[in-house]
């Protein structure tokens, strides 16, 4: 057995699913053979999904969001006969990044060092949502960066995506929950008008949730993860696939399998749009 058939062997992933040429394309993994995908293949990347380095390009938000701030904060001021909500649905870029990154409007603030707004091509056609930023994310201002954006990363490749390129990815809140805790009720509700915009001005064709978090704060309901990927749903009119989140993955990689059946019907999907 050579090492990437080791690799793939240990992240429970092994045969390879290969990309059948032309006709669409099949994924040739057996678990997998219902499915159609296009243009993929299972990732040499994931032979690196421990150890690629990081890919993350800095938003290049600061210069922009300070000339903004002019903009935004009268706009606020003089806006106070219409809803939070409604003034956030209405914001352009630099007018959002501003607000976003001058927020206080929770208790997270507070504790974090600073809001992490999002990151990637402004009109991407996917959109990777996650719960909120961890240590790494916090001291970096940029989502998905520590571990578990590695992973991320390592996912991104294995549908031949890559950070920025066409990919959008987000959290559902901006700062960080303290201890790493999920983000209450509370704060996601004062967090989800600012993705939401984001939403809405990328227009993406599909929205991947990662976890729990992500996609009930979509949905808007309760449920399990479980009950709730392997299905398409529907976020405002886009298509929204529901997989584990990647740091989950890192502690149960057994599941990594049925992350990559997810991400085949994602594909599936985009295909069909
Ligand atoms: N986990 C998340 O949900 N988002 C990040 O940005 C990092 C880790």
Request: aromatic share 4%; glycine share 8%; net charge neutral.
């Amino acid at each position: 057995m050579n090492r990437e058939e080791a690799v793939l062997r240990e992240l429970n992933l092994y045969p390879l699913w290969r990309l059948r040429e032309g006709n669409g394309g099949a994924i040739g993994h057996p678990a997998a053979h219902q499915r159609h995908a296009g243009d993929i293949q299972s990732p040499a990347a994931l032979e690196s999904l421990s150890q690629s380095p990081l890919r993350g390009q800095r938003d290049t938000v600061a210069s922009t969001a300070v000339q903004a701030v002019e903009i935004v904060e009268p706009k606020v001021e003089t806006a106070s006969n219409k809803s939070r909500e409604q003034l956030i649905s209405e914001l352009n870029w630099p007018e959002l990044k501003a607000m976003v990154r001058d927020c206080t409007a929770c208790k997270l603030r507070a504790g974090c060092t600073q809001t992490v707004f999002g990151t990637g091509d402004e009109k991407a056609d996917w959109l990777f949502v996650g719960e909120g930023p961890g240590a790494d994310e916090d001291a970096q201002g940029e989502p998905f960066v520590g571990q578990a954006g590695k992973l991320l990363d390592n996912m991104l490749a294995a549908i031949k995506l890559k950070r920025g390129n066409n990919v959008y990815i987000a959290n559902i809140v901006k700062c960080r929950p303290p201890g790493n805790r999920a983000p209450e009720a509370d704060e996601i509700a004062t967090c989800l008008p600012y993705l939401q915009r984001q939403i809405a001005l990328i227009q993406p064709k599909i929205i991947v949730a990662l976890g729990k978090t992500a996609a009930t704060s979509l949905l808007g309901r309760d449920a399990t993860l479980g009950s709730l990927r392997s299905k398409l749903h529907d976020y405002r009119g886009i298509p929204l696939i529901i997989t584990y989140h990647p740091a989950y993955l890192l502690r149960s990689p057994m599941e990594k399998a049925k992350t990559w059946q997810d991400l085949c019907l994602a594909v599936e999907t985009m295909q069909k749009a």
